[in-house]
T-cell receptor, first 114, second 114 residues
């Protein structure tokens, strides 16, 4: 099941620079996307979401971009901080009504170096 | 900030035994979920629960699995006869409006079946 794919298992950036995490999906029926951050021994923590009626959503240092024609979304973190080091998951709601089912990508491990 | 709590944090059981994983969702949330993550794999949807009934379940959620909201605060996942392949991290989540609101996850229960 590869409906949501994060092709980069890891990313390393310098503190203060931009982190860009990418995610691709295969099903054009997906209409709501979320990014979660996960630290070791903790559950996923919600970061930011975007509906398919938008192409950008911003919340502080985090911006999510959605390109529906390319079935691609990205998360930008500017400026990156060492505390941002974590696993980042992209997730999609498959449009299955109101059940809240999410399909997750494999995750990208972000390391922000001081 | 309110959070989802899960107990125990780690459960070890023998194959064939029954286990019950417990969760206390956020108090004003109405939608409840179980997800799991097998080591090295994606976070996978198991089941969603609303208004005292299952609203959606995955292929993984077979007859060996059941969920219950026995009182106004707890939400449980029961595995009747555990198999080795049930070993995983099990995450409980809740949301207040279902499909278009972020899910809030607990820190998980690590289930080890020997």
């Amino acid at each position: 099941d590869q409906q949501v794919k994060q092709n980069s298992p890891s990313l390393s950036v310098q503190e203060g620079r931009i982190s860009i995490l990418n995610c691709d999906y295969t099903n054009s029926m997906f209409d709501y996307f979320l990014w979660y951050k996960k630290y070791p021994a903790e559950g996923p923590t919600f970061l930011i979401s975007i509906s398919s009626i938008k192409d950008k959503n911003e919340d502080g240092r985090f911006t999510v971009f959605l390109n529906k024609s390319a079935k691609h979304l990205s998360l930008h973190i500017v400026p990156s901080q060492p505390g941002d080091s974590a696993v980042y998951f992209c997730a999609a709601n498959p449009g299955s009504g109101n059940t809240g089912k999410l399909i997750f990508g494999q995750g990208t491990t972000l390391q922000v170096k001081p | 900030e309110p959070e989802v709590t899960q107990t125990p944090s780690h459960q070890v059981t023998q194959m064939g035994q029954e286990v019950i994983l417990r969760c206390v969702p956020i108090s004003n949330h109405l939608y409840f979920y179980w997800y799991r993550q097998i080591l090295g794999q994606k976070v996978e949807f198991l089941v969603s629960f609303y208004n005292n009934e299952i609203s959606e379940k995955s292929e993984i959620f077979d007859d060996q699995f059941s969920v219950e909201r026995p009182d106004g605060s707890n939400f449980t996942l029961k595995i009747r006869s555990t198999k080795l392949e049930d070993s995983a991290m099990y995450f409980c989540a809740s949301s207040n409006t279902g499909g278009r609101s972020p899910l809030h996850f607990g820190n998980g229960t690590r289930l080890t079946v020997t």
